[in-house]
């Protein structure tokens, strides 16, 4: 019986994290397109979709919106030699993820 509820609790927990991690994917690409006014839906945008170049071609121009807004909306700081994090979204959800987690460890 302890085994089942730590599987039930495990399975909440999963679940709970995959509703997270949509809704930031969700809100990253709702920023995406309203912060660059691209004329695209946001839920058109795919997780893995190239974010800089091929993909939505984002310019240099664009990243650092991008930059701008990340920091601004989610509040985590993008250096230089982080720029992979633009990626995609889920990178970019990775990274914020990540720094999230660092924060919450200092």
């Given at each position: 019986m302890v085994e089942l509820n730590k599987t039930s609790a495990n399975i909440e927990q999963l679940q709970k994290r995959v509703r997270e991690r949509q809704e930031l994917c969700q809100q990253l690409k709702s920023m995406l397109v309203e912060r660059l006014d691209l004329p695209v839906d946001a839920a058109?945008?795919?997780?893995?979709?190239?974010?800089?170049?091929?993909?939505?071609?984002?310019?240099?121009?664009?990243?650092?919106?991008?930059?701008?807004?990340?920091?601004?909306?989610?509040?985590?700081?993008?250096?230089?030699?982080?720029?992979?994090?633009?990626?995609?979204?889920?990178?970019?959800?990775?990274f914020i993820e990540e720094q999230r987690s660092q924060e919450t460890k200092i």
């Open positions: 058109w945008i795919d997780d893995d979709q190239p974010l800089i170049g091929r993909g939505l071609e984002l310019d240099s121009v664009d990243a650092l919106e991008l930059v701008v807004g990340v920091e601004a909306q989610f509040e985590v700081a993008i250096t230089d030699e982080r720029m992979d994090a633009f990626g995609s979204v889920n990178r970019l959800a990775d």
